[in-house]
């Protein structure tokens, strides 16, 4: 297209070139037809008919004894002369031929041939130059007439005409140059408007784009008094849509998103994609003062409605997230951030996924931040007191003489207190600290550790939670070198993941759990139960654990529907080989039952909360102890 | 002057007698600011050195060569070098011509014509000549008008 544009833009140069070359021609040809024409001919004629009539005078003057001889053959000869050069050449040719010319100029010549020996040998009183002077006087007034012809007969005015003419074709071209420059003017016109809606709008929606979206809130916002509403609409897992069904089916989706975002705008919206899948809707005026509300909603509803029927599997979910100026921010920056904070909030939220903003949700923001900045110190100085580890112990039944242990991370932030454990690690993620709390986590653990007893340490297995920036490729060798050094070989190492983590690319997770297999790390699936508790996963990947959610434990005893799901998930993985963890058991009889369905190992209250390492150390060496101790005795009775 | 007019005076060209010019008549006189004169004859013309030029012009037919005394030659005998020429014809016309363009085009006073010497009844017997075949961007208006014919005196500027 480019090439096209450019080859039309040469050619349009090249018809300007052209126009104005053969105009330039055209004129000066006509200008010098006309003036050699107008201006040699009517002076060649003047001089004509002055030299004529000199010799005339001359005569007339010599015959009355006023002149000499000398004089009258001057005259005789330039007249003749004059007259040569008149009926010769082509300086006269034109005059020559108009008006009989060259004939009456050849017989006043002939006048003048006939007398020649009057005039070579004169005498005033010669009768012969009497009559040569009739002859004159009879061809002369012709010679007068052809003058007065010349300057104002019809081919005088011929020539006023081909000037006309060429001044006609002179404005012709030109014409042509105009249009052909208008024609060039409106392209370019086109092109920049085109080069102009490109830089502020999207291409597939033909909104606005965020650059637009910005400058038309700082203009909103710039009028005194001015209230303006922001709604941002953002649709989570739309990534998914793209995947399955190709990037035109998304591509689809959001133009219909767009269309009937468009079909209900009023004057007072303002519209705009400022993200992939984000899009914005600015209220201003009358709506920002008391209809945004159920204009939101509405547009909210039909937008549900859309995704709806596009997208039956219900994945993308739709979300809104709002903030208003002045009441909440200050500044168009404040608006965004705040808008995107109640988006946020509205992505996070199960239920609301429409949410105005508040200063909870700043809070929110501002304490994360914070926290962001602690963690990130913290991780950096590994002996801090502030973050620490707990072990709660996980007890083996059909194994006594060996014992479990989870690590949990404990946050005791010296204005907040504790800072609840998923938090940490949500916090982690988000700013990119997952590897960081990793490693910490394992130099902390082998900290701990050391000082306990290489004969106690042998017997116990330590469960640690990977968060999800760290399962990766990588995870094996980076494991590997926070277990370098020991104490603890990989063989007592389980790491622990969620459904989520493990889900993304299941043949990923496949590649990394054969890694660990090699390396003799042990993989718990923690949480079952909380997520989609999907058969693939015990089907796609071999876990050598599967914990049990406590949702699933507690109150185990009393509920009738509760034992058959926690049995047939213990059966189930029994014939996979998992072994299954109980998590959260508090009571007697909750452990009464959970043992009687055949689970393998317990962890909860009723055997211990999660410790600091040192007591966790102590309970260790007295359960060890004890256990070995019957195991040895059963042995020795055996 | 007079003994030579005497002496010469059998030497005049015959023929036609309105053709006749004697060879020591006046053709050309060469006027200088300070008011002098210098008059020449054909046959002093004849005796410098002599410049021809083949050229068509406007006002004849087909090409001819013309012989005469080249003006630098003129000016170079006189030793003066003015800014322009102005040459005054026996008809009452003139044409200021630069000095340099004479010199740049090496313009002649031309005498003959074919070898013939020019009448007043065919531009004689003075006509300047320009080579207008040799250098086409000569051929406009502007130098036709230097083409004095006819030519009688010129006044140095």
Redesign the interface.
């Known amino acids: 297209m480019g090439k096209v544009r450019f080859l039309f833009f040469a050619a349009v140069m090249c018809t300007f070139l052209a126009v104005t070359a053969w105009s330039t021609w055209n004129y000066e040809r006509t200008f010098r037809t006309v003036t ?1 024409n107008t ?2 001919s009517a002076w060649a004629l003047a ?1 004509l008919e002055i ?1 004529v009539y000199r010799l005339q005078e001359t005569l007339k003057l010599y015959q009355t004894g006023h002149a000499d001889s000398k004089q009258l ?2 005259s ?3 007249a ?3 007259m ?2 008149f009926l ?5 040719r034109a005059i020559r031929q108009r008006f009989a010319a060259e004939e009456l100029v050849r017989r006043i010549l002939d006048v003048l041939q006939r007398h ?1 020996r009057a ?3 004169p005498s005033p009183s010669d009768p012969t130059l009497a009559q040569m002077s009739r002859e004159l006087d009879a061809l002369t007034p012709r010679l007068r007439d052809i003058m007065v012809q010349n300057f104002t007969g019809p081919n005088a005015l011929q020539e006023t005409h081909l000037l006309d003419e060429a001044k006609i074709r002179n404005f012709a071209a030109i014409g042509i140059l105009l249009l052909f420059s208008l024609i060039m003017l409106a392209l370019l016109f086109r092109e920049s408007k085109k080069q102009h809606f490109l830089a502020w709008n999207d291409v597939l929606t033909q909104l606005p784009n965020r650059a637009a979206f910005m400058h038309q809130l700082a203009q909103l916002t710039a009028a005194p008094e001015a209230q303006v509403v922001l709604c941002l609409v953002d649709l989570s897992r739309f990534k998914e849509v793209n995947d399955s069904f190709g990037h035109a089916a998304g591509d689809r989706l959001l133009a219909q998103i767009a269309e009937l975002l468009q079909q209900h705008r009023n004057e007072e919206v303002y519209l705009a994609r400022i993200g992939s899948d984000e899009f914005a809707l600015v209220m201003f005026g009358n709506m920002s003062g008391y209809s945004w509300f159920a204009y939101s909603r509405k547009i909210y509803n039909q937008l549900e409605r859309l995704l709806h029927s596009e997208d039956p599997a219900h994945r993308v979910k739709l979300n809104m997230g709002i903030s208003q100026y002045p009441q909440h921010a200050s500044s168009v920056e404040e608006m965004v951030l705040f808008a995107d904070l109640a988006l946020l909030s509205a992505k996070q939220d199960k239920q609301l996924h429409y949410q105005v903003f508040n200063r909870f949700m700043l809070d929110q923001y501002q304490r994360k931040r914070l926290l962001a900045g602690h963690l990130q110190e913290l991780l950096a100085e590994p002996q801090n007191t502030e973050l620490y580890l707990c072990y709660q112990p996980i007890i083996n039944i059909s194994q006594p003489q060996q014992l479990g242990v989870e690590l949990l991370i404990r946050w005791n932030h010296p204005k907040l207190n504790f800072i609840n454990p998923p938090d940490i690690i949500q916090i982690a993620e988000e700013n990119g600290l997952g590897e960081k709390l990793g490693e910490w986590l394992f130099r902390r653990m082998r900290h701990d550790i050391a000082r306990f007893p290489a004969d106690t340490l042998r017997h116990i297995h330590f469960s640690i939670n990977l968060s999800s920036s760290i399962f990766n490729q990588n995870l094996v060798n980076r494991v590997s070198d926070w277990l370098q050094g020991g104490p603890l070989p990989a063989s007592q190492l389980i790491l622990e993941l969620t459904e989520n983590i493990a889900l993304e690319d299941v043949q990923l997770s496949r590649k990394i759990f054969t890694q660990l297999k090699e390396k003799q790390i042990r993989i718990a699936l923690d949480d079952f139960g909380t997520g989609w508790s999907s058969f693939s996963y015990l089907k796609d990947l071999s876990f050598d654990k599967l914990k049990i959610d406590k949702s699933f434990i507690k109150h185990l005893d009393r509920d009738k529907r509760l034992p058959l799901f926690v049995q047939a998930i213990t059966d189930l993985s029994h014939q996979l080989g998992i072994s299954v963890v109980a998590e959260g058991v508090e009571t007697e009889s909750e452990l009464r039952k959970i043992l009687e369905i055949g689970a393998n190992e317990i962890q909860g209250y009723y055997y211990s909360r999660p410790l600091s390492a040192d007591a966790f150390l102590d309970y260790a060496r007295h359960y060890l102890a004890s256990n070995v101790r019957e195991t040895r005795t059963r042995t020795d009775l055996a | 002057m007079n003994t030579w007019r005497n002496s010469l005076v059998t030497l005049a060209l015959l023929g036609s007698a309105a053709h006749a010019m004697a060879a020591d008549d006046v053709i050309l006189t060469v006027t200088r600011s300070a008011g002098q004169a210098h008059h020449f004859t054909l046959q002093q013309l004849a005796a410098l050195p002599q410049a021809s030029i083949i050229t068509a012009t406007p006002w004849t037919t087909g090409k001819h060569h013309y012989r005469g005394v080249a003006i630098s030659t003129l000016l170079q005998q006189l030793q003066i070098t003015p800014q322009a020429l102005k040459v005054h014809a026996l008809n009452d016309f003139w044409a200021r011509i630069p000095t340099a363009v004479a010199l740049q085009y090496q313009a002649i006073l031309a005498t003959h014509v074919d070898g013939q010497p020019m009448s007043r009844r065919n531009k004689g017997p003075l006509w300047i000549i320009l080579p207008l075949s040799e250098h086409p961007e000569l051929n406009q208006e502007k130098y036709h008008n230097y083409m004095v014919w006819q030519a009688r005196t010129i006044e140095a500027e």
Do not use: F
């Open positions: 050699t201006q040699t001089q030299d053959s001057l005789y000869d330039i003749w002369n004059r040569d050069v010769t050449g082509e300086a006269t020649e005039i070579a040998v």
